[in-house]
């Protein structure tokens, strides 16, 4: 049977795909409605090299969205996934980072591992306590491989936090393999779901993910502090951000508060 480059048999990746895209489908066209953006951007990228960065709001839904739009995408859906048919079809060289502890933790994130993760551990923390170690070398490599046969989503905050730095792993990364590098905006993740993004908690929420255009890196001349502040900016996560993010809470609340007196 034909595997993938990390040992994983693709013909039962593709069933683990078609179930769990099934049971996960209407979490984002159903009980909450998934918004999409620039789902155009996924069907003129190669086959191979493609680094999505992405803000980060729950630990496993954010990763089955990006897999529905991106199979929608590439089966003809212009910023829909309308009809799950696609999953029948699915790319199945699509992989994401993902914490070494975070996928280890029971049965159903082991499954999910199974289907595309390039486990890594982190150098600043464990098991919820602070710790400082160095970049274990192979999990780069794995992620070089990943590159080499596909496309790999990752979350370079490292955390699902708001407004948390950028990790300068992930410009190491688009340094050393050059990939094109696709941002992804999601809002909605966190309202809809507990923080593993396994349950739902509220229905009815508006989801949304915008694709972006590919980054223009220079990636012999730019410093790798150069590129983590393009990665702020691209997936708005930039301090900047925050500002305007706080003035329309402000704004809601007053007009929340008018409607009250009213």
Do not use: C
């Amino acid at each position: 049977m034909k595997k993938s480059p990390f040992g994983h048999i693709i013909l039962l990746k593709r069933l683990l795909f078609i179930i769990l895209g099934a049971i996960s489908y209407k979490r984002f066209r159903g009980f909450n409605e998934l918004q999409i953006e620039g789902s155009q951007v996924i069907r003129d990228l190669p086959e191979t090299n493609v680094l999505f960065i992405s803000n980060h709001q729950t630990y496993f839904a954010d990763v089955a969205a990006m897999f529905h739009v991106f199979n929608a995408s590439l089966r003809g859906r212009e910023n829909t996934i309308k009809n799950w048919w696609y999953l029948f079809n699915g790319k199945m060289n699509v992989y994401y980072v993902a914490a070494k502890e975070t996928m280890k933790a029971g049965l159903l994130p082991r499954i999910m591992a199974y289907m595309g993760a390039i486990t890594v551990e982190r150098t600043w923390r464990s098991k919820g306590e602070e710790v400082k170690r160095e970049v274990n070398p192979k999990d780069t490599e794995n992620i070089g491989i990943a590159l080499n046969d596909g496309w790999v989503i990752t979350f370079p905050q490292g955390t699902t936090k708001p407004f948390n730095p950028i990790r300068k792993g992930t410009a190491h990364i688009i340094k050393q393999y050059k990939p094109i590098v696709v941002p992804v905006v999601i809002d909605g993740f966190r309202r809809s779901f507990d923080k593993k993004g396994l349950f739902l908690k509220k229905k009815g929420i508006l989801q949304s993910m915008v694709i972006k255009n590919p980054l223009e890196i220079d990636y012999d001349n730019e410093s790798v502090e150069e590129i983590v502040e393009k990665i702020e900016y691209a997936i708005e996560q930039h301090p900047s951000f925050l500002k305007v993010v706080s003035l329309e809470e402000i704004e809601a609340q007053k007009e929340l508060d008018k409607l009250r007196e009213w």
